[in-house]
C-alpha cells in the first residue's frame, strides 16, 4: 500500500495529513476507436471507464494464468489476422 505524507504549517501548528492509497496508477495508449468502445460499455454499465478497463485487465490475467503462454498467443494470431498491432 501507498502513502503520501503532508505536513502543513498553519498558525503555528502542525497538521499533518497521510493520503494511504489502495491503487497503483498505469497510463498506456489506445486505439481512438478502442477507447470509444470502453467508454461505450462504461456508459451502458453505469460505470467508470477505469472501472471497466480494471476489470477486462483483471480477467485477462486471470485468463492468462490458467492458460499461461498459450493465451497471449491466441490474442496475437487473433490481432493479426485482424491487421492490428498490439
Keep these: 500500500m501507498q502513502s503520501n505524507l503532508w505536513l502543513f ?4 501548528a502542525v497538521i499533518v495529513f497521510v493520503v494511504t492509497t489502495k491503487k497503483g496508477f498505469l497510463a498506456f ?8 468502445e470502453i467508454q461505450g460499455i462504461a456508459n451502458s454499465e ?3 471507464v477505469s472501472q471497466v478497463c480494471e476489470l477486462l485487465l483483471s480477467e485477462g490475467v486471470q485468463a492468462y494464468k490458467k492458460q499461461g503462454p498459450k493465451f497471449m498467443h491466441r490474442l496475437l494470431a ?7 498491432r498490439l
Excluded: E, T
Design 29 to 36: 495508449r489506445v486505439s481512438p476507436d478502442l477507447k470509444k
Design 78 to 84: 487473433k490481432q493479426k489476422g485482424q491487421g492490428q
Design 9 to 12: 504549517l498553519v498558525s503555528g
Design 46 to 48: 453505469a460505470r467508470s
